[in-house]
Protein backbone atom coordinates (compact mmCIF):
# COMPACT_ATOMS: atom_id res chain seq x y z
CA UNK A 1 0.00 0.00 0.00
CA UNK A 2 1.10 3.72 -0.40
CA UNK A 3 0.20 6.19 1.72
CA UNK A 4 -1.61 9.78 0.11
CA UNK A 5 0.44 12.02 1.21
CA UNK A 6 -1.02 15.83 2.02
CA UNK A 7 -1.45 17.45 -1.04
CA UNK A 8 1.65 20.34 -2.21
CA UNK A 9 -0.72 23.61 -1.56
CA UNK A 10 -1.28 23.24 1.93
CA UNK A 11 1.24 25.06 4.09
CA UNK A 12 2.98 24.47 7.24
CA UNK A 13 5.17 21.96 9.13
CA UNK A 14 2.83 20.12 10.71
CA UNK A 15 0.57 19.15 7.12
CA UNK A 16 0.96 15.71 6.95
CA UNK A 17 -0.30 15.55 10.62
CA UNK A 18 -3.08 17.72 9.90
CA UNK A 19 -3.78 15.85 6.91
CA UNK A 20 -3.85 12.09 9.08
CA UNK A 21 -5.64 13.89 11.40
CA UNK A 22 -8.44 14.97 8.45
CA UNK A 23 -8.83 11.09 7.49
CA UNK A 24 -8.55 9.26 11.15
CA UNK A 25 -11.33 6.98 12.15
CA UNK A 26 -13.00 7.13 8.44
CA UNK A 27 -13.02 4.15 5.93
CA UNK A 28 -9.39 3.68 4.55
CA UNK A 29 -10.27 3.81 0.61
CA UNK A 30 -8.04 1.79 -1.89
CA UNK A 31 -8.09 1.13 -5.09
CA UNK A 32 -7.16 -2.66 -6.62
CA UNK A 33 -5.34 -3.27 -9.66
CA UNK A 34 -6.64 -6.56 -10.80
CA UNK A 35 -5.05 -8.82 -13.43
CA UNK A 36 -5.73 -12.05 -14.86
CA UNK A 37 -3.94 -13.60 -18.25
CA UNK A 38 -6.22 -12.84 -21.26
CA UNK A 39 -8.06 -10.20 -19.71
CA UNK A 40 -6.92 -6.45 -19.84
CA UNK A 41 -5.76 -5.30 -16.80
CA UNK A 42 -8.71 -3.22 -14.15
CA UNK A 43 -9.35 -1.73 -11.07
CA UNK A 44 -11.95 -1.99 -8.63
CA UNK A 45 -12.37 0.63 -5.81
CA UNK A 46 -12.62 -0.46 -2.39
CA UNK A 47 -13.76 1.17 0.68
CA UNK A 48 -12.61 -0.27 3.93
CA UNK A 49 -13.66 0.59 7.47
CA UNK A 50 -11.58 1.10 9.62
CA UNK A 51 -11.58 0.54 13.31
CA UNK A 52 -11.66 3.60 15.55
CA UNK A 53 -8.10 4.30 17.29
CA UNK A 54 -7.34 7.43 19.62
CA UNK A 55 -4.63 9.71 18.13
CA UNK A 56 -1.33 9.34 20.33
CA UNK A 57 1.05 12.00 20.15
CA UNK A 58 4.63 11.91 22.06
CA UNK A 59 5.72 14.92 23.68
CA UNK A 60 9.98 15.59 24.31
Known amino acids: MERTRSPFWWEGNDREERWRDKWLNLP?????????????????????????????????
Do not use: I, S
Open 28 to 60: MRLVLTCRREGFELWTVPYEVDVPEAPRVRFVG
